[in-house]
C-alpha cells in the first residue's frame, strides 16, 4: 500500500509538472524603443538594422490595443494565442512561445516589428508586418521559430 502510494505520488508530481505553465505569454520589458521604425504599408518586409526611416507623428500616436495572433505551426495550425498588447510597448515572448512562432496575424489599423532578440533590439533583422495581414509562414523571412521580442504602433 505504501508503495503504491509513493508510486501515485510520483505520477502526480510528474503529471503536474508536464502541465502548461499559468506565466503570460507576452509580457512588457524595458527595452529602449529606437528613435526610427521602417515605415511600410502593404505587404511584410524584412529589414535589417540600419535601414531605418524617421518615425511620423501619426506613427506614434497612442491607439487602442490590440490582439496579435500567433501559431506554433504554419497555417494556422496547432496551438494558438491571441496576445493583447498595447501599443508603443515591447513585449517579450514567454509561456513556451519564445522561438517558437511559425504564423501569425496582425489586425487592420495597426503595425508591429517583430525582433529576434529580447528587448525589441535592433541589432539583427527585423520582421516588419504592416495591419491587415496574416503571415501563413514564417520561413518566407526566415523568422520562423526566431522572434522573441515585438513591439506594435
Known amino acids: 500500500m505504501k508503495y ?25 520589458v524595458a ?5 526610427h521604425f521602417p515605415s511600410i504599408h502593404g505587404t511584410p518586409q524584412l529589414v535589417k538594422a ?3 526611416v524617421p518615425l511620423s507623428k ?6 487602442a490595443g490590440l490582439y496579435v495572433d500567433i501559431w506554433i505551426h504554419p ?23 519564445n522561438d517558437e512562432i511559425s504564423s501569425l496575424s496582425v489586425p487592420n489599423g495597426f503595425g ?5 532578440d529580447g528587448g525589441c533590439s535592433d541589432r539583427d533583422e527585423w520582421l516588419i508586418v ?3 495581414n496574416y ?12 522572434i522573441s521580442s515585438y513591439i506594435c504602433y
Open 4 to 28: 503504491s502510494a509513493i508510486v501515485s505520488i510520483a505520477e502526480l508530481f510528474f503529471l503536474a509538472s508536464a502541465a502548461p505553465t499559468q506565466s503570460p505569454s507576452n509580457f512588457e
Open 31 to 35: 527595452a529602449i524603443i529606437p528613435d
Open 50 to 52: 540600419g535601414d531605418i
Open 58 to 63: 501619426r506613427s506614434i500616436e497612442k491607439r
Open 75 to 97: 497555417n494556422q495550425v496547432g496551438r494558438h494565442e491571441a496576445l493583447w498588447t498595447e501599443t508603443q510597448r515591447c513585449y517579450g515572448i514567454g509561456n513556451g512561445w
Open 112 to 116: 508591429c516589428t517583430f525582433f529576434r
Open 130 to 132: 504592416p495591419g491587415g
Open 135 to 146: 503571415i501563413p509562414d514564417l520561413t518566407r523571412w526566415n523568422f520562423d521559430n526566431k
